[in-house]
């Protein structure tokens, strides 16, 4: 299985997410051969979508010339797109966006409707990809914070798309509270583990990765340097 992983924190490799998203791959290896290629966005040179349209009229090429045609074919040659970031401001990293800004290359202006919508017909065939969105964030509870991400992530892939998030991400870079995150980063594993066989996760796994891993007042005490 191929897969490709687009870390949007601006840690690079510190980020908190990360963490988690290592864990999912550790159990995926575990159950299939795993090819995966880890791409730190803030680290590719991608410019601003100028909204020319120029990329949908002339099969699929970008005027702009930088690392995103590149990303392109990474992603059209992968089984699994793992989109791996911290929550910002309800949604993903700029830089993570300006990436996904930049796929328009993959569609035409023609436009048809699929279900209740209208979307642009594809330019490529990436019809074998799956989607995973594993994302942080820094509250102690992922409910009324996640859920516009959530969404956002449904509707850029409707099909095929699988969702891991996790509130209280950075106990994660602390490694003194170990015996805290070790056994979340062990269900993590378990998940893909399940997803590498199965191609899903029980919702009762995933609502148990989703759970503080330390009660929501403490951790906000120990957020705000309250002991």
Request: charged share 25%.
């Amino acid at each position: 299985m191929k897969i490709l992983i687009l870390n949007g924190s601006p840690k690079g490799e510190r980020s908190d997410t990360l963490h988690i998203t290592r864990a999912f791959l550790d159990g995926m290896r575990a159950a299939v051969p795993v090819e995966a290629e880890l791409i730190h966005v803030t680290e590719k040179r991608i410019g601003c979508c100028r909204g020319c349209f120029t990329c949908k009229r002339n099969g699929g090429t970008c005027v702009l010339r930088d690392d995103m045609a590149g990303i392109l074919e990474k992603m059209l040659a992968s089984d699994v797109l793992l989109f791996s970031f911290p929550l910002y401001c309800y949604g993903m990293p700029a830089p993570l966006k300006m990436l996904m800004d930049r796929t328009m290359p993959l569609s035409a202006m023609a436009m048809r409707r699929e279900g209740e919508r209208y979307e642009h017909a594809a330019q490529a065939d990436f019809s074998r990809l799956r989607y995973l969105m594993i994302s942080g964030c820094g509250f102690p509870d992922g409910s009324h914070n996640f859920e516009p991400m959530i969404l956002e992530f449904k509707y850029m892939f409707p099909n095929r798309h699988t969702i891991v998030t996790v509130p209280e991400s950075p106990l994660f870079n602390v490694p003194e509270l170990a015996n805290v995150t070790a056994p979340r980063l062990a269900l993590v594993k378990k998940a893909g583990e399940q997803y590498a066989r199965e191609e899903k996760i029980d919702a009762a796994l995933l609502a148990e990765i989703g759970s503080p891993m330390i009660p929501e007042d403490i951790y906000a005490r120990m957020a705000n340097g309250e002991g």
